[in-house]
Each structure stands twice: as structure tokens, then as C-alpha cells.
């Protein structure tokens, strides 16, 4: 990709290399070279806000990294090129063939993080710092975005006032605390003054104003107050840098407004830093002796952040003494190496290797935890091996969504719709019909990504689905559609038992839990749960389970055998005994209702048919002595003292090995009852049939009955009569 370039741009391309062999332990030139001459060609024909020509932004944001964060060439080459893939048509994957996968990953992490302040409103400042590094895989993208913020903040006079602000304010709010929290220092402190000249221009001038005007005199007070700790540092052969400390104007106002006081009243307006060239961190309290018998100290003043070190790794002896005139001047004392991390933070740790034990992997610990992973790496090891393949995971279970309103939200990773529609409502989950993702219509099991808007649509009659369990990521999400779901099963089960209860009522079937459990296996059924859900779903047909359809022929031989059955019982009791004065008349049995032996019965007074013998609770017979009462005529079964009266059984159940022998135990052993005949017939491991047997009276029936129903297998048992065929 040889290209012709100007004299001008060579030489900025040698100032560019000449501060990157100063700063970094190694450097591709070949690389550097490269990237250079493609990101001039990319943007040799763009132009910016200022008027100067575009390419001047991406070399001045690789100045900044290889001057003012310098960590290593891949970072250098990846802020040459972190503009050129949205701007021109050169593809990522162009980028990785030339370059590296890692320079490619690094210009699409800027950009990526570009895209997702366009058109937000920043509502939660935290939340859009954390949703930075859950879209950042390599630590470098960070910094690339730190030093194209920072040369975008140096020329913000060239944008339209309205950006300008918006700019400033994403800086103050995002950037900056996240710049401190890298341990980057010089660049927060910059970020916030230039913030605080767009977003506040009256205070600002004011405190430059009164910072300009006191200069002279404050530089003549610490040069004066400087003097006898510069002797004594020299007669102990002790090698440091003393200076003034630089005034952040930010900082200054921040403290006026939380203090409530006057700029003449914020006394750290003076101050000095004493930078030792030691690696000795014993030296920093030695020096803090010395100064201490020259200058009366503060005692509530005293921080020592060399023992207890900042959460973002800074370290420092801060103390606060009484100097000339009585004024206070805040004094700092540090080694080289915490000078350099304090400044630079990150990129200062490739340089400065030590021993910690530090393991949380929160935010706040962020810097000491690279120290951490560096710890038993040499130089070149460091900044080329761990570092090119240094991934950031801290917030890589995490992703941040904004609302159609521009909140946002947290999810973990692999989220979808319907996980944001739960973390919104419960009531937007459960009408949740679709989404829009960035505008677009897509399905609910859609994965989406730190900085997509969401935007929900609900429709009354849409409800959880189970086959949402299968993608939903958060626990509110799955507790949710469980809960609906659980509600939805319990209603149906509980309709499902209403129907059943209602048919074996209805049938009038005894069913114990043992013989609802032989029946829900024989339907292969896992539970009673799918056999009452199958019944709400009108999945099964119980009129033919209970009281299977039988075939006329099947009817007409239940009938002759109920006939049959009756004749017997009435002949062996000695017919009906009509009693007053229509004893002697003929009579015959009704058909409705086929009273037999055993039952109480009544005669009734016909026209040309006789007496007609009913039983007295018939139906029949109560619609028609409304009006005819006095047609009734009593009856009764012939007495005779121990005889017994045939009854008949009708009896179903499941054709098990022995059943035959258990009915017969439970029959004949009841005050040695007798049976007449047996009548079984089986079908589909099920059998039904009839048992004729002698008792005395109705009582001794029921308890047969009784016992009959306890035998395992019995499903019914019923007195033989018309209405039990």
C-alpha cells in the first residue's frame, strides 16, 4: 500500500514515531506506517467542523495515545484507523487481513460505542459507563475512545452551540468519572475543565480570572515556602522533582459548591508536589519527616493513600502544613512510578509490576486487578503477549437497553424481547405480541445487544407462552411466565376435577383414589394431573370410559337377562300378596321400574290391565297419583320367617388374577350367604358382569355391597335392577 505523501505528512508521521519509540517498549514501524498511509487515503477528501482536513483528527487521537496513554503500537495503529471503516467503504474484514483481528476488534468497539449516544438523552450516567464496558471486549478500545474524546473536547469551539453542550455534558457525566476510574488522571482533569467551559462559561471565566490574577503572588509564596524543603532534601542526597500542583478549575468550583464557600476560602490553591526518583515507598514518609519539622502540620489533614491505596490504584502522601503568614499549603509526596500511575493509570502498569492480592473484579478495582494478571510478566511479555489478548469481562454478562423514552435498562447477556418487556412490567410480559429492535419488527426470541432501543408491543389478548421458558434470560422473566402458566394449569385442572366429579355423580360411580389411579394408568396416563388436563382439554370422551356404548343386541340380551332374573326372584318369593279389597285381582310387574324381591312396592289400579306393581319410589308412579291417588292399593311381598329372597349384583372392575375368588371370599363369607349364578364377561382387561345371591333383607344387600367395594380392582357395585343393566 505504497502511497505518496507530503512533505508535511511525513514529517508528521516521523513526530508520530518518534513518540511512540520514546513512550512504548516496541514498535511496528512497517504498522504504523500503514495505518497511517490508509487512514490519510480514507480521509484525504473530508473536511471538518473547523475547516481543517479530517485525517488531522485520527493522527492527533494517536498522538494522544502514544504521548498521554501509551500502552502499546496495536493501540497507536487502531487509533489511526478507528474512524476509517464508518467513513469510507473499507470493511472490518479488510482491516483484519492488513492488519490484525485485534486492530479490526478495536476499530469496531469505537464505533460500536460511537453509534449509542446518537440521539439519548443521558438519564443515567452509571448505567451508560457500565453499558461502555459491556460492549468492550479489549481494554484498548477504551483508551482509543478516551483520547478521540479528548481531541473532539479540544475543538468543540468549531460545533454549533446546542452540540457543543451536549457534548460537554456526555463528557462531564460519562468520560470523565470513567477516565478516574481508569486511573487517568491527566486526561479526567482536562475533560472536566473543558466540560465546564461549555456547560458553565460565566463561572469558568470568573475562577480563571481570579486564579490569573493571583499568580504572580501565589508562584512568589510557594517559592518561598519551597526553599527550606529543597535545602533539606539536597543536604539528605534525597533525588526529586518539587513543583507547583496544576489547578483544575473544575475541581476548584466543585468544591465552592459543595462547601458552600468563596473562592478566596478553598485553601488547597496552594500546593506543591514533591515527585521522589526512588522506588523505595519508605522514602515518601522520610521526606514527609522532613517536612513536618519545618512546617507545622494539620492533623485531620493527613491522607496517606500509599498504605491504603484509592479504589482506581492511586497512591500518594497527601498533608496539609501551616506555611508563611499562616497560610495552609497542601503538600504531596509520591514515588516516579505513583506519579506515573496516577497520570497515565493503565497504560502506566506494563511499566510497574508489583505484588497484590487484589481479586475483586468490581469496577472500582478494575486497574489494581490488571496489576493483578501482570504481576509475573516481564516488559515485553506484558505489553505484547497479555495485553494483546487482554479481554475485559467485568461487564460482559451484562448489556444495557434503552427505552423508547431513552432509559435505560440492565439484562444479562443473551437477553431478548420479552426479558426487557418483563423488566419494564409484569403486565408488559404478558401481553408482549412483538417487538421492535432499532425500528425493525422482530421475533420474540430475537437476542438482543447493549445499545439497541426496544420498543414492546402488547395486544389484551396475548398471553405467556410455554415455549418463551425456552429463551428468556432473567429470573423475573422466567418466574413470571412459570407463575402465569402454574395459574393457568391450576384452572384447568380444577375444571378438569368438575367434569369428572359432575359424570361419575351424574353416573352415579364410586371412585376411590385407588381406583382413579388404576384408571388414569389403564388410559396411559403419567398422573391424575394429565388425566383431569386431558379432560378439560375435551380430549377425552368419559361417557364412553364410564358407561361404554353397547350394541342393541347387547342392550336386548341385558334386558331378557334382567327379565330373567326378576321371574326367578318373583317366583321364588311366592309372587306379590294384594292386600283389601282388591285382593284376588290379577297383576302384572310394570317395566318402568321392575320391582323385585327385596323392594318396597305398591300396587296401582290400571284401566283393563289390572293392578300394576310399582316400587314406591318410581317415578312413574309419583306423576300419576297427583291426580289419581285413590287408585293406589297396598301390597307386599310374602312373609315368611327366614327365608331369603333372591337379589341380583351388577358388578365392574379390572380382570386382575383372582378376582373371581376375592368376590366369592367377600360373598360367602358374610353370614354364609349363598350365590345362585355368575354371570362375567371380560374386555380389554376390564370385566362387568352379574351375581345372583340369596338374602334376607335389603340390609344384608347393602352390607354385601359393601364389602364387595372395598376389593382392590372394584370399580362398581350396584343392586341388580332396571336401572343398573
Given at each position: ?78 487509533a489511526l484507523l478507528h474512524d476509517v471503516v464508518e467513513d469510507s467503504d473499507i470493511s472490518l474484514e ?176 496552594l500546593a506543591i508536589r514533591i515527585i521522589l526518583e526512588s522506588d523505595d515507598t519508605n522514602d515518601c ?362 337379589a341380583g349384583l351388577s358388578i365392574r372392575g379390572d380382570d386382575v388374577p383372582g378376582i373371581l375368588k ?64
Amino acid at each position: 500500500m505504497e502511497l505518496t505523501i507530503s512533505i508535511k505528512h511525513q514529517r508528521m508521521l516521523e513526530d508520530l514515531l518518534k513518540i511512540c519509540k520514546k513512550n512504548l517498549p516496541s514498535v511496528n514501524e512497517e504498522l504504523i506506517k500503514k495505518a497511517f498511509q490508509l487512514s490519510y487515503e480514507s480521509h484525504k477528501n473530508d473536511f471538518r467542523a473547523s475547516g481543517e482536513p479530517y485525517f488531522n483528527h485520527p493522527y492527533e487521537v494517536a498522538m494522544i495515545v502514544a504521548r498521554e496513554i501509551p500502552l502499546d503500537d496495536i493501540s497507536v495503529v487502531g487509533a489511526l484507523l478507528h474512524d476509517v471503516v464508518e467513513d469510507s467503504d473499507i470493511s472490518l474484514e479488510f482491516i483484519s487481513k492488513e492488519f490484525s483481528k485485534e486492530v479490526a476488534e478495536i476499530v469496531d468497539g469505537v464505533t460500536k460505542i460511537g453509534g449509542v449516544f446518537k440521539g439519548q438523552e443521558i438519564t443515567q450516567a452509571e448505567n451508560y459507563r457500565k453499558m461502555l464496558l459491556s460492549m468492550v471486549k479489549d481494554v484498548r478500545v477504551i483508551l482509543v475512545k478516551f483520547a478521540d474524546r479528548l481531541h473532539n473536547m479540544r475543538t468543540l469551539e468549531f460545533v454549533h452551540p446546542q452540540k457543543q453542550r451536549r457534548i460537554a455534558k456526555e463528557t462531564l457525566e460519562i468520560y470523565a468519572p470513567f477516565a478516574h476510574r481508569f486511573g487517568l488522571g491527566i486526561l479526567k482533569w482536562e475533560m472536566e475543565d473543558i466540560s465546564f467551559k461549555y456547560l458553565n462559561k460565566e463561572a469558568y471565566d470568573d475562577i480563571a480570572n481570579k486564579i490569573k490574577n493571583t499568580r504572580k503572588e501565589r508562584e512568589s509564596f510557594i517559592s518561598r515556602f519551597s526553599k527550606p524543603i529543597t535545602e533539606k532534601l539536597k543536604e539528605h542526597q534525597i533525588k526529586y522533582e518539587l513543583g507547583g500542583r496544576p489547578k483544575h478549575l473544575y475541581s476548584v468550583y466543585r468544591k465552592m459548591i459543595i462547601q458552600n464557600r468563596p473562592f478566596e476560602d478553598i485553601y488547597d490553591l496552594l500546593a506543591i508536589r514533591i515527585i521522589l526518583e526512588s522506588d523505595d515507598t519508605n522514602d515518601c514518609y522520610y521526606v514527609l519527616g522532613i517536612i513536618n519539622q519545618l512546617y507545622k502540620p494539620i492533623a485531620d489533614r493527613f491522607k496517606d493513600f500509599i498504605s491504603i491505596p484509592k479504589k482506581n490504584n492511586y497512591q500518594s502522601i497527601h498533608t496539609t502544613v501551616i506555611g508563611p503568614d499562616g497560610k495552609l499549603v497542601e503538600v504531596q509526596i509520591r514515588t516516579r512510578k505513583m506519579h506515573e500511575i496516577a497520570e497515565r493509570g493503565v497504560a502506566a502498569h506494563w511499566k510497574y509490576k508489583e505484588k497484590t492480592s487484589t481479586n475483586d473484579k468490581d469496577l472500582e478495582e478494575w486497574v489494581s486487578w490488571i496489576r493483578d494478571i501482570f504481576e509475573h510478566a516481564s516488559k515485553d511479555e506484558a505489553t505484547k503477549e497479555i495485553l494483546a489478548s487482554f479481554k475485559l469481562n467485568l461487564y460482559q454478562d451484562e448489556i444495557y437497553i434503552f427505552t423508547p423514552k431513552g432509559d435505560l435498562r440492565r439484562l444479562p447477556l443473551n437477553s431478548t424481547p420479552v426479558d426487557f418487556a418483563f423488566e419494564i412490567h409484569s403486565n408488559v410480559g404478558y401481553r408482549c405480541i412483538g417487538a421492535k429492535v432499532n425500528g425493525k419488527i422482530v421475533p420474540l426470541d430475537t437476542v438482543i445487544h447493549s445499545g439497541d432501543q426496544v420498543e414492546i408491543i402488547t395486544s389484551k389478548n396475548q398471553h405467556p407462552n410455554k415455549s418463551w421458558l425456552q429463551f428468556v434470560q432473567t429470573h423475573k422473566a422466567k418466574n413470571s411466565i412459570r407463575k402465569y402458566l402454574n395459574k393457568e394449569e391450576e384452572k384447568l385442572l380444577d375444571s378438569g376435577k368438575e367434569i369428572w366429579d359432575r359424570k361419575i355423580k351424574k353416573l352415579k360411580l364410586s371412585f376411590t383414589s385407588d381406583d382413579l389411579s388404576k384408571l388414569v394408568r389403564k388410559l396411559k396416563f403419567d398422573n391424575n394431573r394429565q388425566f383431569f388436563r386431558a379432560i378439560a382439554q375435551d380430549k377425552l370422551n368419559l361417557d364412553e370410559i364410564l358407561n361404554p356404548k353397547v350394541e342393541t343386541d347387547e342392550k336386548e340380551s341385558a334386558e331378557v337377562e334382567f327379565d330373567k332374573f326378576a321371574n326367578i326372584a318373583r317366583n321364588i318369593a311366592g309372587g306379590i300378596v294384594v292386600e283389601g279389597d282388591a285382593k284376588g285381582f290379577a297383576y302384572t310387574y310394570a317395566k318402568c321400574c321392575n320391582p323385585i324381591p327385596g323392594d318396597q312396592v305398591i300396587g296401582y289400579v290400571t284401566i283393563g290391565e289390572g293392578i300394576k306393581i310399582h316400587r314406591k319410589d318410581c317415578k312413574n308412579l309419583i306423576n300419576m297419583i297427583k291426580t289419581n291417588e285413590e287408585r293406589l292399593v297396598p301390597v307386599n311381598w310374602p312373609k315368611s320367617n327366614g327365608a331369603f329372597f333372591v337379589a341380583g349384583l351388577s358388578i365392574r372392575g379390572d380382570d386382575v388374577p383372582g378376582i373371581l375368588k376375592d368376590i366369592s371370599n367377600s360373598i360367602t363369607t358374610y353370614q354364609n350367604t349363598n350365590i345362585k349364578s355368575v354371570n362375567i364377561t371380560t374386555n380389554d382387561s376390564m370385566f362387568k358382569g352379574t351375581i345372583t345371591v340369596y338374602v334376607k333383607d335389603l340390609e344384608h344387600l347393602t352390607k354385601l355391597i359393601e364389602r364387595l367395594k372395598k376389593n382392590r380392582g372394584i370399580y362398581t357395585v350396584e343392586r341388580f335392577d332396571a336401572e343398573n343393566q
